[in-house]
């Protein structure tokens, strides 16, 4: 009886020990800021109800360079030039 449940620890043990090890280097795989990993152009956050809702600490983007979209990791963001901003671009 003993063993069993040894047994069962120990597997069990070692699957979800297998799961957080693979939780934080998928983690750390990903690109932190704003910066597409396809071509580096400063990607777009947008909002995707799922992925904000399961992983609010990553940030959901788009590349419109590329057409690339995935998450990011939250990190420091690219300064926009006031000229460059949406607003001085938003309708009259
Ligand atoms: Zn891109």
């Avoid at 069990?12 to 750390?28: D, E, M, P, Q, S």
């Avoid at 995707?48 to 998450?71: A, D, I, K, M, Q």
């Amino acid at each position: 009886m003993w063993d069993a449940v040894l047994c069962i620890l120990i597997i069990g043990g070692f699957f979800i020990l297998r799961a957080v090890l693979a939780t934080v280097f998928f983690f750390y795989l990903l690109p932190e800021g704003d910066h597409c990993p396809n071509c580096d152009a400063v990607t777009v956050r947008v909002q995707s109800r799922g992925w904000n809702v399961l992983l609010p600490r990553f940030r959901t983007s788009w590349c419109y360079e590329c057409g690339w979209h995935g998450l990011l990791r939250n990190g420091p963001l690219t300064p926009t030039k006031p000229s460059e901003s949406l607003t001085e671009h938003g309708p009259p």
